[in-house]
């Protein structure tokens, strides 16, 4: 008889098409500690943050920004369209900066996180 624990992850792995982890298989996965070290890019936040810096230079501290007359999402998605356009990954920590902008200023707002899984996942490219 599986544990609740069990029949949980059994039952997220089936929501996101995996299979059902059993004696043959597994499910082997490092201590927390080990998977927030590993599941990160410290160079991608360096680089985030180096930006964020020199826009605190050129704009002022986005604690003090207004970013209700900017469309940050459009913003994200340009740089996003960049990136995909000449493989510039300095596009990709500045998408991230404009989405992580958006976030602030929605706190601001009053907007609230509400975690959920839609059933979307990342396609598989073949």
């Not at 499910?27 to 890019?41: A, G, I, T």
């Not at 995909?84 to 602030?104: F, G, K, Q, T």
């Not at 996180?113 to 979307?120: E, L, P, W, Y």
């Amino acid at each position: 008889m599986k544990t609740g624990k069990e029949f949980l992850t059994d039952l997220w792995r089936d929501i996101a098409g995996l299979p059902e982890v059993t004696e043959t298989l597994p499910m082997l996965l490092p201590s927390l500690e080990e998977l927030k070290e590993s599941e990160w890019c410290p160079e991608f936040e360096q680089g985030m943050r180096d930006r964020l810096v020199m826009g605190a230079f050129r704009y002022g501290l986005m604690a003090r920004q207004d970013y209700s007359n900017y469309n940050l999402i459009k913003e994200a998605k340009g740089r996003l369209s960049r990136y995909s356009e000449d493989n510039n990954l300095e596009h990709l920590m500045d998408a991230a900066n404009m989405c992580l902008l958006s976030y602030v200023h929605g706190q601001r707002q009053g907007q609230t996180v509400n975690s959920v899984d839609d059933g979307k996942h990342s396609e598989r490219i073949k």
